[in-house]
């Protein structure tokens, strides 16, 4: 299907009508991933298999991030012991969330992405040396393409089957020390995943902006 281009003034912004047809994907697949999707607080006890989780990963890679530096790591929580070391990190209202989840999954940002440029980035042969001696520049364009992985994460998951609830309340200098402290990782959201429980595993659907309300034209 080839995507329609809609040219439009400035003025237009406020009052334009989406034509369904200018997806390129039909509305269950917008349905399923944007539209119909929730943030989920409370899950089922089903487990959520490894393979769903590399199916999700294999679509999140294929992302664009600066350089193609790909800094987001993952650390999959699943044993009552490593879920009781999380939660202890969390904020009150999210450490029940977590112990009760049948996945939690850490991520994270690589500091060290550097070490994997000869292989990321091979039509730039020197990129691996030039970061090296850089790790400030390191810190900023790994937190910054990563944090933008989530949001290709999330998406993925919801790819999936599986349903999310991100959450930012946390300690991530103590997540950090707890499980990050060989590897120089540096933690950027807690997300629990699985299945909702019921209608009430996530809030009634809040309101979002309008398009003209969130972007210009110049």
């Known amino acids: 299907m080839v995507q329609a281009s809609v040219t439009i003034d400035a003025q237009d912004l406020t009052t334009l ?3 369904p047809s200018t997806l390129a994907v039909d509305d269950a697949v917008a349905d399923l991933l944007f539209r ?12 959520v298999a490894d ?6 990963y294999d679509l999140l890679r294929w992302g664009p991030t600066a350089m193609n530096t790909s800094p987001l ?6 044993s ?3 879920r009781e070391r999380l939660a202890a990190h969390m904020s009150e209202g999210n450490r029940d969330r977590v112990l009760a989840a049948p996945l939690t999954i850490v991520a994270a940002a690589d500091t060290d992405f550097h070490e994997h440029l000869d292989t990321l980035v091979p039509h730039l042969p020197a990129a ?10 390191r810190a900023g364009m790994a937190r910054t393409s990563a944090l933008i992985q989530v949001g290709y994460l999330i998406v993925a998951l919801r790819a999936a089957g599986l349903h999310v609830g991100p959450m930012g309340g946390m300690d991530a200098a103590g997540i950090d020390t707890e499980f990050f402290a060989e590897n120089r990782w540096t933690a950027l959201l807690v997300l629990n995943v699985g299945q909702p429980s019921g209608p009430d595993a ?16 110049v």
């Open 73 to 78: 790591r993952l650390l999959l929580v699943r």
């Open 202 to 217: 996530a809030r009634p659907r809040a309101p979002r902006l309008e398009f003209g309300q969130a972007a210009t034209a």
């Open 51 to 56: 393979e769903q989780i590399h199916a999700a």
């Open 128 to 137: 691996r040396e030039r970061f090296a001696g850089d790790p400030q520049a």
């Open 36 to 47: 119909s999707a929730r943030t989920v607080n409370t899950f089922t006890d089903e487990p």
């Open 80 to 82: 009552p012991d490593a």
């Open 17 to 19: 009508d989406l034509d």
